[in-house]
Nanobody, 130 residues
Framework: QVQLVESGGGSVQPGGSLRLSCAASGFTSGYTGLAWFRRAPGKEREGVSCIHFSDGSTYYGDSAKARFTISKAAAKNMVYLQMNNVKPEDTAVYYC???????????????????????WGKGTQVTVSS
């Protein structure tokens, strides 16, 4: 049974930084990676970033590529999202997500990909405001 627990959310000013963490457990060899999704007020859930367990390779959505960094610890049970130069439009609930098929990175890449993701954490709120 895979368990995902997010932490690190909070309130931050525009231009500031925040580091989110995802503590994961219960993985089998069939799980290839983790992703961060977010749901902003009035918007559908969207993929932010993903990382592969095997080699640490990553993918970023357009909104995150220039400002966010996803990483993992040496063991694949902890994944981070470093958020720099945050903007008000980054305000959202951020979720740690995984899946078997399609993979988390496939979910991040495609519009509506969140619908194919089965395992979600409870989310952590990020609020960017002055």
């Amino acid at each position: 049974q895979v368990q995902l627990v997010e932490s690190g959310g909070g309130s931050v000013q525009p231009g500031g930084s925040l580091r989110l963490s995802c503590a994961a457990s219960g993985f089998t060899s069939g799980y290839t990676g983790l992703a961060w999704f977010r749901r902003a007020p009035g918007k559908e859930r969207e993929g932010v970033s993903c990382i592969h367990f095997s080699d640490g390779s990553t993918y970023y959505g357009d909104s995150a590529k220039a400002r966010f960094t996803i990483s993992k610890a040496a063991a694949k049970n902890m994944v981070y999202l470093q958020m720099n130069n945050v903007k008000p439009e980054d305000t959202a609930v951020y979720y740690c997500v995984t899946n078997l098929t399609p993979s988390p990175c496939q979910g991040v890449r495609g519009p509506g990909g969140h619908r194919g993701m089965d395992i979600w954490g409870k989310g952590t709120q990020v609020t960017v405001s002055s």
